[in-house]
């Protein structure tokens, strides 16, 4: 149980492109999500936190016009990063915390998604 | 914010040593997780642990909350152990990430 999925796994694209990551809960509910991204050899840095139904909080330092974050439901959260260019070229990995049953507040992480701007 | 670091942050083992791994933190918690991510960058819930001790195999985490630190054990390591171990901590809801031991495990 909680399995958390992300596509795409990995993606290349022109630069001022848009490109869409979705992450989505399995076989749980998840009222908050949340996105980091990561660099080579890097901890994790927390870009956003999205609650299902409002708008998503974003750290310091993050453009939230180039990273739009939607969460729509229980169980989907998805990044759009516009516009892309090569500087947001990273690894962007999704995370959903369970708001109830036995691992209630515990967060699960998706595979990750590798994104390349050419 | 809170700060979260670990030690050491590189490691090599032997195949079937012990180690233990640190993570030390500024703040209160309610809640502290330790991860695995394997060489494909995915992250693995190994336990969520705010307090107390717990064993999951050849693996074992103690958090000791009041002196803000939390330490993994791992015995007779295996290949397959090698990655990134990280602790991360909630402090206002948000989970904030340690720096990391880097662990390669030889055979």
């Known amino acids: 149980g909680a399995v958390v999925s992300q596509h795409p796994s990995w993606v290349i694209c022109k630069s001022g492109t848009s490109v869409k990551i979705e992450c989505r809960s399995l076989?749980?509910?998840?009222?908050?999500m949340f996105w980091y991204r990561q660099f080579p050899k890097q901890s994790l840095m927390l870009m956003a936190t999205s609650n299902e139904g409002s708008k998503a909080t974003y750290e310091q330092g993050v453009e939230k016009d180039k990273f739009l974050i939607n969460h729509a439901s229980l169980t989907l959260s998805t990044l759009t990063v516009t516009s892309a260019h090569p500087e947001d070229s990273s690894f962007y990995i999704c995370?959903?915390?369970?708001?109830?049953?036995?691992?209630?507040?515990?967060?699960?992480f998706g595979p990750g998604t590798r994104l390349t701007v050419l | 914010g809170i700060q979260v670091e670990q030690s050491p942050p590189d490691l090599i083992l032997q195949e079937g040593a012990n180690s233990t791994l640190r993570c030390n933190f500024s703040d209160s918690v309610n809640n502290l997780q330790w991860f695995h991510q394997n060489p494909w960058g995915q992250l693995i819930n190994l336990f969520y642990?705010?307090?107390g001790t717990k064993q999951n195999g050849r693996l074992s985490a103690t958090t000791v909350a009041t002196e803000r630190y939390s330490l993994l054990y791992i015995s007779s390591s295996q290949t397959t152990d090698s990655g990134v171990y990280f602790c991360a901590v909630t402090g206002f809801q948000k989970l904030v990430f340690g720096t990391g031991t880097r662990l390669l495990v030889s055979p």
């Open positions: 642990i705010p307090s």
């Open positions: 995370s959903a915390r369970a708001s109830g049953g036995a691992r209630y507040n515990e967060q699960f």
């Open positions: 076989d749980f509910q998840a009222t908050t």
